[in-house]
């Protein structure tokens, strides 16, 4: 199983799962945005890697994750939990992620490696409920 792909930096971006259409209104799809920040990823076996996700401004989450072979033509699935850093914004915090390496095309032009997944709030914090999911997608910077 390869891994090595997924160490460096990354563009992390969450999603509401809202059904409504944004329409042509920029402010409209602007508040779709869940959460988004910079995702550092360094693996550190085979089947196990650690990362970091910088939303800016002193905000942070320590992540810890696990690579899941693929099965044939299934890509590999990345199972990691979240927690907010003490004595921070983000402190308190919890989240679990469910994430797909997006196969590469053979034809692609200049296709940037992603992963798409779905995230959700395992414990409430700042008034938010949990169980509150959204859907992400991260880009290779």
Known sequence: MRTHYLNGDW?????????????NDPQKALALIFGEGKL?????????????????????????GEIVPSAGVSPEILI?????????????????????????WSEA???VPTIVGTVIRTIPHNGGKAGVTASFVIVRL
Do not use: C, H
């Open 11 to 23: 563009t992390y971006r969450s999603f509401i799962n809202n059904p409504e259409e944004a329409g």
């Open 109 to 111: 032009v200049d296709q």
């Open 80 to 104: 990691i939990t979240g927690t907010g850093r003490e004595g921070t914004s983000t402190d308190k915090w919890v989240y679990q992620y469910k994430g797909y390496v997006v196969p590469q």
């Open 40 to 64: 550092t990823i360094n693996v550190t076996s085979p089947t196990l890697f650690k990362a970091v996700l910088d939303f800016g401004g002193g905000a942070g989450m320590d992540l810890y």
